[in-house]
């Protein structure tokens, strides 16, 4: 039994790669761990991977990459992703890792012979924590798409549920993912934060700050870039700078009006992201996050984090001491807290150093640990 991961015939499985996320650099990350694994997605997007490590990995997609226009409406396309996840064939590896958000967890392998780890992201956002968020989604505005939306996001609520015993064993990316699997699947986890990129960001020297604060994300409804335009559209004397892509960009860039305090920069480079993150004053974090990517990688630039207190900054942020919470996802808890982290002071060793917990290494060596455990108690391989 002295196999190493190299010899260990190892699947990775995640829903889609189409952005580069933190469940990516999850994925990338596992890549490090399995050089050998090949990859299994729904669709991938060659063109927005091409310096990353998952592209050295063999890809199989479904039958999802052949929709015509798949990257535009791939969205719209829910119904479809347990059909598409149930084609693939797996017999051949030794251990499977899903990457979860949505069904790759519901991956068919054989539960005698093969070990399936799931690294949960989050239960399927759609039909649980974020279901009334997504409800109000303007593809649903027709009355009749609403109550067909309806049925079947309550369909795929009860397909969650069945395949949710498929997987040997959950890894839980926070304590509120966490409570998640616990609640909706009635299952057990381990908590493995997601790896961080840490050395990456912390600055070489003195960095001086310059007087804008920051808010990067995908520009997706739940992640609430509209409360920091609405903010920042009161808070005329302050500037924002608000870095990312979605289908919310052209109603963010609508509602921002004529604002010159508030700048849209798009997708930029990693190289770009991080100057301008190590330059802001502040990062602005409005979503209620199952972990967070970004809040740890600004602490590891020396920037502070203004944060909605729910969710995974929970275990990220420290109040008063890395950042500032707000209570409620409303301009006035926002405006509050900004003005408190105004005249509040932050020392950038302790940002940094509360990081580091988080980096991609930790991570590896977590995984792999656990990996190597399972193996060992269960006999397989």
Known sequence: MSRTNRDIKTAIVHEWLVEKGGAEKVVEALCEIYPKADIFTLFYKKENFLDSVISKHKIYTSFLQKVPRIFKIYRMLLPFYPIAIKGFNLKKYDVIISSHHAVSHGIKTNKKKQLHISYTHTPMRYVWSGYNEYIKDPIFSNIIIRVAGKIMLNLLRKWDVSV??????????SKEVKRRIKKYYKRESTVIYPPVDVEKLIPSGKIRKEDYYIAVSRLVPYKKTDLIVKTFKILKNRKIKIVGTGPEFNRLLKMAGNAKNIEFLGWVDDTKKINIIQKARALIFAAHEDFGIVPVEAQAAGTPVIAYAKGGVLETVIDGKTGILFERQAVNSLINAIKRFESANFKTHILIENAKKFSKERF?????????????????I
């Open 164 to 173: 949710s015993k498929r997987p040997h064993f959950y890894i839980a990316n």
């Open 364 to 380: 590896k060596r977590e995984f792999t640990n656990f990996v190597a455990k399972k193996i060992k108690e269960t006999g397989r």
